[in-house]
């Protein structure tokens, strides 16, 4: 059975640090291309940051410069550091796996940067 376990989330304040994980089971994590969501409710689920199979990585406009996504593949473990968090950044975010047809998603962790 394939997991993805998203932690980390939380209350951070504006221009503060928050570091999401996730956590992959029943998959080879070194084959799939891996991403974080998020999403704001009544808004669609929007694409922050994506690590390729190859390390290549991409980021949404709005987080360049402040947001880091890394992986580990022998701990089957992706990562997003989130550094000078704006009140903009709340929303839940996912975490997903992907390879060719196939795609995992995790049941999201919550973040909310306020005061």
């Known amino acids: 059975q394939v997991q993805l376990v998203e932690s980390g989330g939380g209350l951070v304040q504006p221009g503060g640090s928050l570091r999401l994980s996730c956590a992959a089971s029943?998959?080879?994590?070194?084959?799939?291309?891996m991403a974080w969501y998020r999403q704001v409710p009544g808004k669609q689920r929007e694409l922050v940051a994506s690590?390729?199979?190859?390390?290549?990585?991409v980021y949404v406009d709005s987080v360049k410069g402040r947001f880091t996504i890394s992986r580990d593949n022998a701990k089957n473990t992706v990562w997003l550091q989130m550094d000078d968090a704006k009140p903009e950044d709340t929303a839940v975010y996912y975490c997903?796996?992907?390879?060719?047809?196939?795609?995992?998603w995790g049941k999201g962790t919550l973040v909310t940067v306020s005061s």
């Open positions: 029943g998959i080879i994590l070194r084959i799939f291309d």
């Open positions: 997903n796996a992907q390879r060719q047809d196939v795609e995992f």
């Open positions: 690590i390729f199979r190859s390390g290549s990585t």
